[in-house]
């Protein structure tokens, strides 16, 4: 709280939005038994305090969390956060990139595939973004999105 109170006064006319922490994923390293139970209270607190200053949440923890316990039940070693359980991967950071974009109104653009495997292809790039190439084990989570 102090920390926001300083951004206001530092800058009056900032929108503060608040960023409900990525998971722990203690499924995955086995280690650190009850963290993601903390880091879940974390962001619980971090929504709270958004909610209660009357400001906006993007919640980082429940998305990624629940898509990592769909998947881990078809594939256990399936996480978005990375070996360490902490530091989203490739398809970990589309989603949360997905949640920021989403949570400004801001549309995702279709994805795009590109299959070279008959041949040279050439093409015109329109959109005014950087492509996010996913590599094939994350791809259904960046379909999903």
Same mark, same amino acid.
């Given at each position: 709280?102090? =920390?926001? *109170? ?5 800058? @009056? /006319?900032?929108? $503060? ?8 994923? +203690? ?39 629940? =898509?990592? *316990? ?5 594939? @256990? /070693?399936?996480? $978005? ?8 991967? +490739? ?48 791809? @259904? ?5």
């Amino acid at each position: 709280m102090r =920390l926001a *109170r300083k951004l206001e006064a530092s800058c @009056p /006319s900032a929108r $503060l939005i608040w960023l409900a922490a990525t998971p722990y994923d +203690e499924a995955v390293t086995g280690k650190h038994p009850g963290a993601g139970a903390g880091v879940e209270a974390c962001a619980r607190e971090t929504k709270r305090l958004a909610e209660c200053r009357g400001e906006a949440c993007v919640d980082m923890n429940e998305p990624l969390s629940e =898509l990592n *316990r769909r998947h881990q039940k078809v594939k @256990p /070693s399936f996480t $978005l956060c990375g070996p360490d359980g902490v530091h989203p991967r +490739e398809a970990g950071g589309l989603v949360i990139a997905a949640q920021l974009l989403a949570a400004q109104g801001v549309r995702s653009p279709d994805p795009v595939v590109l299959d070279a495997s008959g041949g040279a292809r050439t093409f015109t790039v329109v959109e005014k973004s950087l492509p996010c190439p996913i590599e094939p084990p994350e791809r @259904p989570i960046a379909e999903e999105i």
